[in-house]
T-cell receptor, first 115, second 112 residues
Framework: AQTVTQSQPEMSVQEAETVTLSCTYDTSESNYYLFWYKQPPSRQMILVIRQEAYKQQNATENRFSVNFQKAAKSFSLKISDSQLGDTAMYFCASLLLFGNEKLTFGTGTRLTIIP | NAGVMQNPRHLVRRRGQEARLRCSPMKGHSHVYWYRQLPEEGLKFMVYLQKENIIDESGMPKERFSAEFPKEGPSILRIQQVVRGDSAAYFC??????????FGDGTRLSIL
């Protein structure tokens, strides 16, 4: 079974600062993907970034980057130059590459960007 | 290319009624997933379907809940004899083989 843990229920940061959201996971498999999804107040689920476990290089998407530590089973999200539109719930999720393709989500971190 | 379409956006039902939630996947996507999000919680997997087949329904309650993805038309999540505890947001996602799942905007189900 897979589990995903987000230990920060809420975070806040000043606009333009950098913030890091934590995520740890547990799986006995070696082939999997990790994701960060953003859920703004509109409740859409928006894919922010994806990391393949077999890749050592950390994924980046503009202001969003991850710190993937496979041995420690850690997958944190860094948001640089934070903007008001980044205010949202952020969910970490895992998916087995050759499994039943279901996403396993953490409980989320509510991020507030302060003007 | 239209995204995943879910309707209705909001659905209100009285206890004991039936709820039908619809999901049209992105064009060309053959994999459909349903997730449930209770208030202040993350999404929980319910069921994974491909055309005319249920692949994994391990997250779906054994009673009152059913899902289908027919050869033609949208995927349907059906909840019979709804109870207050069914109140939640229900999200549908679709994907191609080996590609990330794209989510719809969800259906918020409220039970009176």
């Amino acid at each position: 079974a897979q589990t995903v843990t987000q230990s920060q229920p809420e975070m806040s940061v000043q606009e333009a600062e950098t913030v890091t959201l934590s995520c740890t996971y547990d799986t006995s498999e070696s082939n999997y993907y990790l994701f960060w999804y953003k859920q703004p107040p509109s409740r859409q689920m928006i894919l922010v970034i994806r990391q393949e476990a077999y890749k050592q290089q950390n994924a980046t998407e503009n202001r969003f980057s991850v710190n993937f530590q496979k041995a420690a089973k850690s997958f944190s999200l860094k948001i640089s130059d934070s903007q008001l539109g980044d205010t949202a719930m952020y969910f970490c999720a895992s998916l087995l590459l050759f499994g039943n393709e279901k996403l396993t989500f953490g409980t989320g971190t509510r991020l507030t960007i302060i003007p | 290319n239209a995204g995943v379409m879910q309707n209705p956006r909001h659905l209100v039902r009285r206890r004991g009624q039936e709820a039908r939630l619809r999901c049209s996947p992105m064009k060309g996507h053959s994999h459909v997933y349903w997730y449930r999000q209770l208030p202040e919680e993350g999404l929980k997997f319910m069921v994974y379907l491909q055309k005319e087949n249920i692949i994994d329904e391990s997250g779906m309650p054994k009673e009152r809940f059913s899902a289908e993805f027919p050869k033609e038309g949208p995927s349907i999540l059906r909840i019979q004899q709804v109870v207050r505890g069914d109140s939640a947001a229900y999200f549908c996602a679709s994907s191609l083989d080996g590609q990330p799942q794209h989510f719809g905007d969800g259906t918020r189900l409220s039970i009176l």
